[in-house]
């Protein structure tokens, strides 16, 4: 298999990941889409990989908050 398409399951791999390239969060584990440092990481990059983001994170008011002081324009995700 090809290291692009392999689960990114170590938190320090996945945060230098993200904050390279955003849409990484899609290739890192459940666990560390679940885990808001990582989320908001990608999120900044851009406000587009909210959908990434586990659903728990997706529906968390606590996430949501720090998502939309990071980014304005994440509140467009919180209500879709």
Known sequence: ASS?????????AALLA?????SELKRVSKD??????????A???DVDNFWYASPN???NSDFLL??????GHAIRCAFQ
């Open 66 to 71: 720090a998502a939309v002081k990071q980014n």
């Open 32 to 41: 560390l889409q679940n885990d808001s440092e990582v989320a908001l990481a």
């Open 18 to 22: 993200v904050r390279k390239c955003g």
């Open 4 to 12: 692009r398409t392999e689960i990114i399951r170590d938190k320090t």
């Open 43 to 45: 999120l900044k990059q």
């Open 57 to 59: 994170l997706q529906t």
